[in-house]
């Protein structure tokens, strides 16, 4: 290993005692490969056999905890018992490389596509989404958001039952547990509605369900994260100053980590912090140290996820990175780091293990993806 590199790979304690083998984390990723019932499919397994070698830990793509919560077409579901089986296989296959196995779990809300939940597109409030085309949603009740709540704590049972390593509670990139956040989908005068505290009560009830969940059930050190997105773009919308009474509240909440959810790890903010730091620098400031901090966006190369972590940031994930190179630790650690690919072709599906939905993604969503005619020397 090229000693000027040794910094990624240290080990890193998280508060509950386990330790990850090194600074890199697989982002969660969404393949849309998994069975149309809902189970994991051979495909993905495979796809993750792959890379999990090398990173300390894997998070998984973004599961399900109830029927009206499926966000995309092949997503897979930890909604009742009968998934358990396959999410047995997925959490084995990860472990099975090396990397601890962390199941991520989400509700799309409005965000759900009207033809994967029947029709029933579901949030805080009665309040579209500017994405093109959102549907309008219907608003939760209160019984029906206990019941949610519900829901993620026994799929953090089943990813016990399962035996993952942990769970992240996805409340990042615009969907349920965001919207409960977000002052533009959140409009409620209940006990989940109000100021930007009041609008906490829907998070900080699912982490303190999820973790008497843990007590009850997990037998040995099982981590919980929380993933979070630190600004929207929308009036109103979240701003870094409402993110950071967010952190504040989950800085005492005993997570093994926060993940702070960015496509551009260097993005200055856009309200409510001004813009002498990067997001990543402002909230790393704010956690001040008192839980391990995942960042992400954009990093390639060893050189970058150098100047990543120079800044303070305990643990990096990379996403597109490690589809693109499923050996980026292990040719770190070996010292070819100049064999990293940071590209593909549209003749690698097969090389680097892809299932066919995802392939089909990368390849047919222009500059999602830096697909190249041909890699040269060294890729
Ligand atoms: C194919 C794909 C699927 C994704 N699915 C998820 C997901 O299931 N959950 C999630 O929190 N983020 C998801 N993301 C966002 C990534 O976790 C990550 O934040 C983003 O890709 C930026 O990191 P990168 O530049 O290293 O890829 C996805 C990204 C990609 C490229």
């Known amino acids: 290993m090229n000693p000027k590199y040794s910094s990624i790979l ?26 149309g019932d809902g189970t994991v499919s051979d495909a993905e397994l495979a796809y993750y056999a792959r890379r999990s070698g090398g990173a300390g830990m894997v998070l998984t793509a973004v599961t399900y905890v109830t029927p009206n919560g499926k966000g995309f077409s092949g997503q897979f579901s930890a909604m009742d018992d ?97 919207q409960f956040v977000s002052p533009h989908s959140n409009r409620r005068e209940d006990r989940f509605g109000g100021d930007a505290h009041k609008r906490l009560t829907f998070p900080l009830e699912i982490i303190d369900r999820v973790k008497n969940t843990v ?22 919308g979240l701003t870094m100053e409402e993110t950071f009474i967010l952190v504040d509240a989950l800085k005492e909440k005993g997570l093994d980590y926060l993940h702070v959810s960015l496509n551009e790890f260097w993005s200055k903010p856009r309200r409510g912090a001004d813009d002498s730091k990067s997001r990543m620098e402002w909230i790393l400031e704010r956690v001040g140290g008192q839980v391990p901090v995942i960042g992400v966006g954009s990093i390639h190369t060893p050189d970058e996820a150098l100047a990543a972590i120079s800044i303070g ?40 293990v892809i299932p066919d939905p995802l392939w089909g993604a990368i390849v047919n969503t222009p500059g999602w993806f830096p697909v190249v005619e041909s890699l040269s020397a060294g890729e």
């Open 82 to 178: 009968s998934f358990i089986p396959g999410l047995t296989r997925l959490a084995h296959t990860i472990k099975e490389q090396g990397a601890k196995a962390v199941l991520q779990i989400f509700h799309g809300g409005r965000l759900c596509p009207p033809q994967e939940v029947g029709g029933d597109v579901v949030a805080p409030s009665a309040v579209a989404s500017e994405r093109p085309g959102s549907p309008l949603p219907r608003e939760l009740t209160e019984a029906e958001i206990e019941g949610i709540i519900d829901d993620f704590a026994e799929a953090a049972r089943r990813a016990i039952v399962a035996g993952f390593d942990g769970v992240e509670i996805h409340g990042a990139n615009g969907y349920l547990i965001q």
């Open 215 to 236: 007590s009850k059930y997990a037998k040995s050190p099982f981590i919980v994260g929380y993933r979070f997105s630190p600004e929207e773009p929308e009036t109103p």
């Open 10 to 35: 240290e080990n890193v304690p998280l508060p509950n005692g386990v330790s990850l083998k090194n600074r890199i984390v697989m982002a969660p990723m969404t393949h849309f490969s998994s069975n």
């Open 313 to 352: 940031l305990p643990l990096l994930a990379l996403g597109r990175e490690l589809i693109i190179e499923p050996d980026w630790v292990e040719k770190l650690e070996s010292g070819n780091e100049e064999h990293i690919a940071v590209n593909l072709t549209k003749q690698d599906q097969e090389r680097l």
